[in-house]
């Protein structure tokens, strides 16, 4: 019997052997991810990412990205973009859903459809000053996948598992990250 060959559009033989080439040289793998944000009114902000450090020396990406951040009108903003807590979920639902398709590619599963579905939910009272006693951050995160692929619901649940366990993102927000901030008057 022949096996079908699984295209997900990941090479994951490239993977693979990054893993291992990283194994012979661990300071390779420091990696230093950049984000430059300026405010433009009100509670509009343009981040723009392009530049960062790993393998060892600085990299580019090929096109420079912006992200357009703001409130909604309900916040009495002008809503030119997500919300930072938007962009949030728009990191961790990438990240997963990335995460399944290298490992289905990686483990021989076609898919056909990969969807995944956030929300999280939130009490503003914190951010707003309102409650000193109510967290700033998401109460929970919920992740709902709709995966259409040749394998079992096993195996299925199998693959969101490993890209919930690889996921950077996941693990920024489950886990505690230091955070420093300095202020610089121009």
């Known amino acids: 019997m022949t096996q079908a060959t699984v295209d997900n559009g990941v090479n994951v033989g490239a993977l693979l052997e990054a893993r291992e080439a990283l194994r012979?040289?661990?300071?390779?793998?420091?990696?230093?991810?950049r984000a430059s944000c300026k405010w433009q009114k009100g509670t509009h902000s343009r981040t723009t990412i392009?530049?960062?450090?790993?393998?060892?020396?600085?990299?580019?990406?090929?096109t420079e990205?912006?992200?357009?951040?703001?409130?909604?009108?309900?916040?009495?903003?002008?809503?030119?973009?997500?919300?930072?807590?938007?962009?949030v979920l728009a990191g961790?639902?990438?990240?997963?859903?990335?995460?399944?398709?290298?490992?289905?590619?990686n483990?021989?599963?076609?898919?056909?459809?990969?969807?995944?579905?956030?929300?999280?939910?939130m009490d503003i009272q914190g951010i707003l000053g309102v409650d000193g006693d109510v967290r700033?951050?998401?109460?929970?995160?919920k992740v709902t996948f709709n995966i259409d692929a040749d394998a079992s619901q096993e195996d299925i649940e199998a693959l969101v598992a490993?890209?919930?366990?690889?996921?950077?993102?996941?693990?920024?927000?489950?886990?505690?990250?230091?955070?420093?901030?300095e202020v610089h008057k121009q």
């Open 24 to 33: 012979e040289m661990p300071e390779a793998a420091q990696f230093k991810w």
């Open 136 to 141: 700033n951050g998401y109460n929970d995160i």
């Open 65 to 87: 990205f912006h992200f357009e951040a703001d409130h909604p009108e309900v916040f009495a903003s002008e809503d030119l973009g997500a919300t930072p807590v938007e962009l």
């Open 107 to 121: 483990r021989g599963i076609q898919l056909r459809s990969v969807e995944a579905e956030l929300e999280g939910t």
């Open 50 to 62: 392009q530049n960062f450090f790993g393998l060892g020396q600085e990299q580019k990406h090929k």
């Open 92 to 105: 961790l639902a990438s990240c997963l859903t990335a995460g399944v398709a290298a490992v289905a590619q």
């Open 162 to 181: 490993q890209s919930q366990k690889r996921s950077a993102v996941y693990d920024v927000i489950t886990n505690p990250t230091d955070v420093s901030v």
